[in-house]
């Protein structure tokens, strides 16, 4: 019972650098989100996806890109990493509908030198 | 922008005290929740809470709110030493799951 499962959990890049982090879930959940979380902050929306096929800006979406790309998997793509972007990066899905519960993974941990 | 603002930022309790966490927040909700999350690991959900809801339950755990005064409290009943994690609130305003988090209380429980 893997719930959701992110990849990689630590990463080092250097600035201008390219990379994407992966998420899959298991739970047949529609709607699926990226968060960052930065030191003394809660966690803020970048991107979101509420089923197959469609994304969202969440938040704080620049500088990141998004891919629905089957109902499991949902990926974020730094395009030219940036310092600013040292962070920990967390995914999380949800069933559809009202009041609905977030599960989380347990993040990837990523530095910009 | 953070919706959620918690306090204290950090509450230091012995085992099988009580331990209590408030949560404010700006603009009007669909419902509010909270989650815990240990050293090094992801958010895990602790208790909805809808917006004509009042009081909700769960295990150890009671949660109020107060939507009149756009706050809401965490009460841990019989803290053990395995609660030690940091509490977010999160706010839903639309009932779309964008939700909105707050700072966070670091809660030490010490045995």
């Known amino acids: 019972n893997a719930g959701v499962t992110q990849t990689p959990k630590f990463q080092v890049l250097k600035t201008g650098q390219s990379m994407t982090l992966q998420c899959a879930q298991d739970?047949?959940?529609?709607?699926m989100y990226w968060y960052r979380q930065d030191p003394g902050m809660g966690l803020r929306l970048i991107y979101y996806?509420?089923?197959?096929?469609?994304?969202d800006k969440g938040e704080v979406p620049n500088g990141y890109n998004v891919s629905r790309l089957n109902k499991r998997e949902f990926s974020l793509r730094l395009e030219s990493a940036a310092p600013s972007q040292t962070s920990v990066y967390f995914c999380?899905?949800?069933?559809?509908?009202?009041?609905?519960?977030?599960?989380f993974g347990d993040g990837t941990r990523l530095s910009i030198l | 922008s953070q919706q959620g603002e918690e306090d204290p930022q950090a509450l230091s309790i012995q085992e099988g005290e009580n331990a209590t966490m408030n949560c404010s927040y700006k603009?009007?909700?669909?419902?509010l929740q909270w989650y815990r999350q240990n050293s090094g690991r992801g958010l895990v959900h602790l208790i909805l809470?809808?917006?004509?809801?009042r009081e909700k339950h769960s295990g150890r755990l009671r949660v109020t709110l107060d939507t009149s005064k756009k706050s809401s409290s965490l009460l841990i009943t019989a803290s053990r030493a395995a609660d030690t994690a940091s509490y977010f609130c999160?706010?839903?305003?639309?009932?779309?799951?964008?939700?909105?988090f707050g700072t966070g209380t670091r809660l030490l429980v010490s045995p």
């Open positions: 603009t009007s909700i669909n419902n």
């Open positions: 739970m047949n959940h529609n709607s």
């Open positions: 809470i809808r917006s004509n809801e």
């Open positions: 999380a899905s949800s069933s559809t509908g009202y009041n609905q519960p977030q599960h």
């Open positions: 999160a706010t839903d305003q639309r009932g779309f799951q964008k939700l909105v």
């Open positions: 996806s509420a089923s197959e096929g469609t994304t």
